[in-house]
């Protein structure tokens, strides 16, 4: 009994100090959110219920936490500006109509700015998505950046021509200038799934960052196309304590996914199942 105590204490210590390096060779990392829906109709994993969301929001505004945007981000970065404490980022990827109607007055209600990728080809053709009224609308307040998310969301890793991974890179780009007045210098890539050509064409079309999602924090590197966003969907429950797993938990969570993912792409799935990420 008293060698299983001594162990059991070596153990524990062990794992103490493990966490405690991992979190700490993460200490200068920054939290990039992303979410997909927001309504209180579709039950699905990539949405959340409004209640949810304005809880999130709620534990950011007043958990201590400073909500800052991708641009600021990277301008901290490269010794334009300096982050402040607790800083993470707010994205959204499409667009849908629940940004307008439902994200939207609930940013306002907590004052805390997001930045939404939109797929340009969808606005103003499909009912659930914005339209060109309504971000601007959003742009104008302060609140909201509108971003690239391509032209129409065909995954860059299914495009094998130059040309049209161009178009749809630049298309995209142009069509937010076009329409809103403003620089568009962002992009996120469809399903986060992207190529070494995706990287060097977003680079040269001349968006100044891009978005992946994972698990992660993103961090300072003279690489700034392939940022991390952690994503907050994936599960249909998105309780607040889940929330605050991801967003407090990514250092220990980042890693062990990429042994999932490894685990299964080896053809081991039954044991990537015992790997549980909230």
């Given at each position: 009994?008293?060698?299983?105590?001594?162990?059991?204490?070596i153990?524990?210590?062990?794992?103490?100090?493990?966490?405690?390096?991992?979190?700490?060779?993460?200490?200068?990392?920054?939290?990039?959110?992303?979410?997909?829906?927001?309504?209180?109709?579709?039950?699905?994993?990539?949405?959340?219920?409004?209640?949810?969301?304005?809880?999130?929001?709620?534990?950011?505004?007043?958990?201590?936490?400073?909500?800052?945007?991708?641009?600021?981000?990277?301008d901290?970065?490269?010794?334009?500006?300096?982050?402040?404490?607790?800083?993470?980022?707010?994205?959204?990827?499409?667009?849908?109509?629940?940004?307008?109607?439902?994200?939207?007055?609930?940013?306002?209600?907590?004052?805390?700015?997001?930045?939404?990728?939109?797929?340009?080809?969808?606005?103003?053709?499909?009912?659930?998505?914005?339209?060109?009224?309504?971000?601007?609308?959003?742009?104008?307040?302060?609140?909201?950046?509108?971003?690239?998310h391509?032209?129409?969301?065909?995954?860059?890793?299914?495009?094998y021509?130059?040309?049209?991974?161009?178009?749809?890179?630049?298309?995209?780009?142009?069509?937010?200038?076009?329409?809103?007045?403003?620089?568009?210098?962002l992009?996120?890539?469809?399903?986060?799934?992207?190529?070494?050509?995706?990287?060097?064409?977003?680079?040269?079309?001349?968006?100044r960052?891009?978005?992946v999602?994972?698990?992660?924090?993103?961090?300072?590197?003279?690489?700034?196309?392939?940022?991390?966003r952690?994503?907050?969907?994936?599960?249909?429950?998105?309780?607040?304590?889940?929330?605050?797993?991801?967003?407090?938990?990514?250092?220990?969570?980042?890693?062990?996914?990429?042994?999932?993912?490894?685990?299964?792409k080896?053809?081991?799935p039954?044991?990537?199942?015992?790997i549980?990420?909230?």
């Amino acid at each position: 009994m008293k060698k299983l105590f001594i162990f059991l204490v070596i153990l524990i210590s062990a794992a103490g100090s493990f966490l405690t390096w991992l979190f700490q060779r993460e200490k200068d990392g920054v939290p990039i959110l992303t979410y997909h829906q927001v309504n209180d109709i579709d039950q699905n994993e990539s949405t959340l219920t409004v209640e949810q969301f304005d809880a999130q929001m709620k534990y950011l505004s007043e958990g201590g936490f400073n909500v800052i945007t991708p641009n600021e981000l990277l301008d901290a970065w490269e010794g334009n500006g300096t982050l402040p404490e607790n800083p993470v980022v707010i994205t959204f990827d499409d667009a849908h109509i629940d940004m307008y109607k439902n994200v939207f007055p609930i940013l306002q209600k907590y004052n805390l700015r997001a930045t939404f990728f939109l797929v340009t080809d969808f606005v103003n053709l499909y009912p659930n998505y914005i339209t060109w009224d309504q971000a601007r609308e959003m742009q104008a307040s302060g609140l909201v950046d509108i971003e690239s998310h391509t032209l129409n969301h065909k995954l860059l890793t299914e495009i094998y021509s130059r040309d049209k991974m161009w178009d749809q890179l630049y298309g995209s780009k142009q069509a937010i200038e076009w329409y809103l007045k403003k620089p568009a210098n962002l992009i996120a890539y469809p399903d986060g799934k992207y190529t070494v050509e995706a990287e060097d064409l977003s680079k040269e079309v001349g968006y100044r960052a891009a978005f992946v999602m994972g698990y992660g924090l993103s961090h300072q590197e003279p690489q700034h196309y392939v940022l991390t966003r952690i994503p907050i969907f994936g599960a249909n429950s998105h309780t607040l304590f889940r929330f605050k797993l991801r967003l407090n938990g990514a250092p220990l969570f980042a890693p062990l996914q990429r042994l999932k993912e490894r685990l299964i792409k080896d053809g081991n799935p039954e044991v990537a199942d015992f790997i549980w990420i909230p």
